[in-house]
């Protein structure tokens, strides 16, 4: 009966306890949302995403920087960026799944053992995700076991890759401020934009992603019609790639090279700098033209820019970027997007074994954050989704504007050389 006693008794206490506790988290959480926290955890209960703790973080402070630890070992199906990669400058500390959700050798919705994202994770400058460990096994044939640590894998509705756009039409002829050469032949190609971002509240950042490059089409211009060096090129935006597609290219970059160039010398144009272009870029300020019916103009031809990237940039899995630094009207054009300490260390990206259409293009992309920004202890596995030609796909590609940053990883599939930018 004694024994019986204590358990009613222990039993009332425990209720108890649990109604305070119950009870004290509700306070912190509405504290947290008035003053905002240091640190958040994902405890599968009261707070159950990563997005949550994004906002109690943040608190009722808008539009400005804020950091904190957000602590998660529940897997969660990405559909949109939990967070805004313009403001948020914190921690996120992902861990091993608690419990098994079918087999510990996949990773699917219905048995979410990883972390499964439909949308590319962006890092922005002063953030960093930590795992807790490499998963061995992922994408290379082997079963993997996803209990040994902590991966990140597309989802089967990931962003499908822009590809290369079709040229326009395009034309030289006598126009006003026009500089080009009679006689002359000006390689013209494209690249497309789209925004990278999918937080809806996202607005201290663009993040742009870049398709594949057209295929240059060489323009004349007619020696008597331009026999004055007064000819311009213009021509009508190319066709919208994945017009429908979760994230469809909304911007437009025009590439030309010098006369007489050769094909594979293009530079990029600069709006503003000897080329004009109807509408207002959405993604792509700095260099974009809007896509649409709209036109663009090229009366002189600007030298020293980038060229095209070499891989389709337009999916990658993850992206570490920064706000623009830098001008584009300087000569030559200097505008870039820069971060510092964003960083992705100690776990698995985790590709298919098998290439599907919309596999990441590339795994991590690093387009130009620097000073201690980069990745350590990641494995990367499995096939990008351009398998022909093998040069259109790359695991790992550093943009031209990445000065120390640095890469460590291990491979188990070597599907892919990683690839930095010559631009």
């Given amino acids: ?60 402070t808008t539009g400005t920087q804020f950091g904190g630890v957000i602590t998660t070992s529940f897997p969660e199906h990405i559909q949109t960026l939990p967070w805004d990669p313009g403001l948020f400058t914190g921690t996120l500390q992902v861990g091993k799944a608690p419990i098994a959700h079918g087999s510990l050798n996949t990773c699917t919705v219905s048995a979410l053992n990883c972390w499964l994202t439909e949308v590319p994770i962006i890092i922005g400058s002063g953030m960093s ?70 937080n809806s509240s996202s607005t ?50 025009v590439f030309a090279s010098i006369a007489n160039g050769p094909a594979g010398s293009e530079t990029l144009q600069v709006p503003g700098q000897g080329m004009t272009c109807t509408g207002t870029p959405h993604v792509d300020t700095n260099y974009g033209c809007q896509l649409g019916s709209n036109t663009f103009t090229i009366t002189s031809i600007t030298t020293g820019g980038d060229h095209p990237n070499v891989v389709d940039l337009s999916n990658p899995l993850v992206v570490e970027i920064g706000p623009v630094v830098g001008s584009n009207t300087s000569s030559p054009p200097t505008a870039h997007n820069e971060g510092f300490w964003a960083r992705l260390e100690n776990l698995t990206l985790a590709l298919p074994g098998t290439a599907v259409a919309n596999d990441p293009n590339v795994v991590f992309w690093n387009p130009s954050d620097q000073e201690n920004s980069g990745m350590s202890f990641v ?45």
């Fill in 204 to 253: 201290a950042l663009l993040v742009p992603g870049l398709s594949a490059e057209s295929s240059p089409t060489g323009v004349l211009c007619n020696a008597t019609t331009c026999a004055s060096n007064n000819c311009v090129i213009t021509g009508s935006a190319p066709a919208t790639l994945n017009a429908t597609g979760t994230i469809p290219a909304q911007d437009y970059r």
């Fill in 129 to 198: 995700i930590a795992g807790s460990g490499k998963v061995p096994g992922t994408g290379s044939g082997a079963n993997p076991n996803f209990a040994e640590g902590t991966a990140i894998m597309p989802g089967s509705s990931f962003p499908i890759p822009l590809g290369a756009p079709t040229n326009p039409t395009l034309t030289c002829l006598v126009g006003t401020g026009g500089t080009l050469m009679g006689g002359k032949t000006y390689q013209i190609a494209f690249v497309e934009v789209n925004n990278l971002d999918t």
């Fill in 379 to 423: 494995g990367i596995t499995g096939q990008v989704a351009s398998t022909t030609p093998a040069e259109t796909g790359a695991w790992i590609y550093i943009g031209p504007h990445a000065p120390n940053s640095f890469v460590s990883i291990s491979r188990a599939t070597p599907t892919r050389p990683a690839a930095r930018s010559t631009a």
């Fill in 1 to 60: 009966m004694r024994r019986s006693g204590g358990g009613r008794y222990c039993g009332v206490l425990c209720l108890l306890a649990l109604v305070f506790c119950l009870g004290l988290g509700s306070v912190l959480v509405s504290e947290a949302q008035q003053s905002g926290l240091q640190s958040c955890y994902v405890d599968g209960v009261t707070i159950t995403t990563i997005a949550s703790c994004v906002s109690l973080l943040q608190g009722t």
